[in-house]
């Protein structure tokens, strides 16, 4: 009898099985004789920025997540355009990405090259600065294996196809990460990441105004707060770079106030109120509001599963010496 086998899980088999071949490579101790001081110029550089500018922390995550989720883990979003490429950076889901993030990359980058020239690749400091500013900010420590090289590709179109926007459904949301082998409770626990960070007004400016005939904002909202968040955003065409705090309660502490957040309507984005609206999603919204050890047991393994996706070794990459271009 012959057998049908579905043609995408197959690439997905294979897509998996590759990337885990990968990231058994990796391993925490990869830099111990290569760059003894890394753990260290790391600690150091990540800590002066976020003294420096408190908004780091929210901004290397999204800069992470965003990097991850495309071509896996490989600094491809780092790239600058060029005449012949526009590179993922630039892609219009990417134009609002807070240059913290990729500033506090190539001030580590440039202490390293310093002290271990043409050893430490780009898309190793981006996981590890991200680590270092979460745990700064009270979230949880995890571990982070080390060894990735840089990608050699960073399309536009590419980041315009595959993340995830605020406006898209739920469903299709929820399909981007389990075609890369996340879970439903995985997914809600990296969305947790919202806890710190902001958003700029432009994202949801279609939730506050003018949503509908009848509304002038989209009646998920808490009223009092989509009132809020229209005088805040009350220049957003005039100046683009407005933006509010994710978590209006703890905006500089990561915790589990996002998750009590949502069912009150404080959601920012569509698509974190949806989260309480879906029974797939909502359950985990619940356990993470009741129960903050919960979400942060939840989220370090999360992370640390998004840290190794698509990671490249060997000669499937390089060391970059300047991580916004290639070699």
Same mark, same amino acid.
């Given at each position: 009898?012959?057998?049908?086998?579905?043609?995408?899980?197959?690439?997905?088999?294979?897509?998996?099985?590759?990337?885990?071949?990968? =990231?058994?490579?990796?391993?925490?101790?990869? +830099?111990?004789?290569?760059?003894?001081?890394?753990?260290?110029?790391?600690?150091?550089?990540?800590?002066?920025?976020?003294?420096?500018?408190?908004?780091?922390?929210?901004?290397?995550?999204?800069?992470?997540?965003? $990097?991850?989720?495309?071509?896996?883990? &490989?600094?491809?979003?780092?790239?600058?355009?060029?005449?012949?490429?526009?590179?993922?950076?630039?892609?219009?889901? #990417?134009?609002?990405?807070?240059? &913290?993030?990729?500033?506090?990359?190539?001030?580590?980058?440039?202490?390293?090259?310093?002290? /271990?020239?043409?050893?430490?690749?780009?898309?190793?400091?981006?996981?590890?600065?991200?680590?270092?500013?979460?745990?700064?900010?009270?979230?949880?420590?995890?571990?982070?294996?080390?060894?990735?090289?840089?990608?050699?590709?960073?399309?536009?179109?590419?980041?315009? *196809?595959? *993340?995830?926007?605020?406006?898209?459904?739920? #469903?299709?949301?929820?399909?981007?990460?389990?075609?890369?082998?996340?879970?439903?409770?995985?997914?809600?626990?990296?969305?947790?990441?919202?806890?710190?960070?902001?958003?700029?007004?432009?994202?949801?400016?279609? %939730?506050?105004? #003018? +949503?509908?005939?009848?509304?002038?904002? $989209?009646?998920? +909202?808490?009223?009092?707060?989509?009132?809020?968040?229209?005088?805040? /955003?009350? %220049? +957003?065409?005039?100046?683009?770079?407005?933006?509010?705090?994710? %978590?209006?309660?703890?905006?500089? &502490?990561?915790?589990? =106030?996002?998750?009590?957040?949502?069912? !009150?309507? *404080?959601?920012?984005?569509?698509? &974190?109120?949806?989260?309480?609206? $879906?029974?797939?999603?909502?359950?985990?919204?619940?356990?993470?509001?009741?129960?903050?050890?919960?979400?942060?047991?939840?989220?370090?393994?999360?992370?640390?599963?998004?840290?190794?996706?698509?990671?490249?070794?060997?000669?499937?990459?390089?060391? !970059?010496?300047?991580?916004?271009?290639? #070699?």
């Amino acid at each position: 009898m012959a057998i049908r086998v579905n043609p995408l899980s197959l690439i997905l088999c294979i897509s998996l099985f590759i990337a885990s071949s990968h =990231s058994q490579q990796l391993t925490t101790t990869f +830099y111990q004789k290569s760059c003894p001081r890394f753990e260290q110029i790391m600690q150091d550089t990540t800590t002066n920025k976020q003294i420096a500018s408190p908004t780091t922390a929210g901004a290397a995550l999204r800069l992470f997540f965003h $990097d991850c989720l495309v071509e896996g883990c &490989d600094a491809s979003v780092l790239i600058s355009s060029t005449p012949f490429n526009k590179a993922e950076r630039d892609a219009d889901i #990417n134009l609002s990405l807070p240059g &913290d993030g990729f500033d506090v990359v190539v001030r580590a980058k440039t202490a390293l090259e310093l002290s /271990c020239p043409g050893v430490v690749s780009c898309a190793d400091i981006l996981a590890v600065a991200t680590r270092n500013l979460v745990t700064m900010m009270g979230g949880p420590f995890y571990n982070v294996k080390l060894g990735r090289r840089d990608g050699v590709v960073s399309r536009a179109s590419r980041a315009e *196809l595959i *993340l995830p926007k605020p406006t898209m459904s739920m #469903n299709r949301i929820i399909k981007i990460f389990t075609s890369r082998g996340f879970s439903i409770q995985e997914m809600v626990a990296l969305t947790g990441a919202h806890t710190i960070g902001f958003s700029h007004c432009s994202e949801f400016s279609s %939730d506050i105004y #003018n +949503y509908s005939r009848t509304a002038q904002s $989209d009646p998920s +909202y808490n009223p009092r707060y989509a009132a809020g968040l229209r005088n805040a /955003c009350a %220049d +957003y065409k005039k100046n683009p770079s407005l933006s509010v705090f994710n %978590d209006i309660m703890t905006p500089r &502490d990561f915790d589990n =106030s996002y998750y009590k957040n949502l069912p !009150r309507g *404080l959601g920012v984005l569509r698509s &974190d109120r949806a989260l309480t609206m $879906d029974a797939r999603t909502r359950p985990f919204v619940e356990l993470y509001a009741r129960d903050q050890k919960k979400f942060f047991e939840a989220f370090g393994r999360a992370i640390e599963k998004l840290s190794l996706y698509g990671v490249k070794t060997g000669r499937s990459g390089q060391i !970059r010496r300047r991580c916004d271009s290639f #070699n």
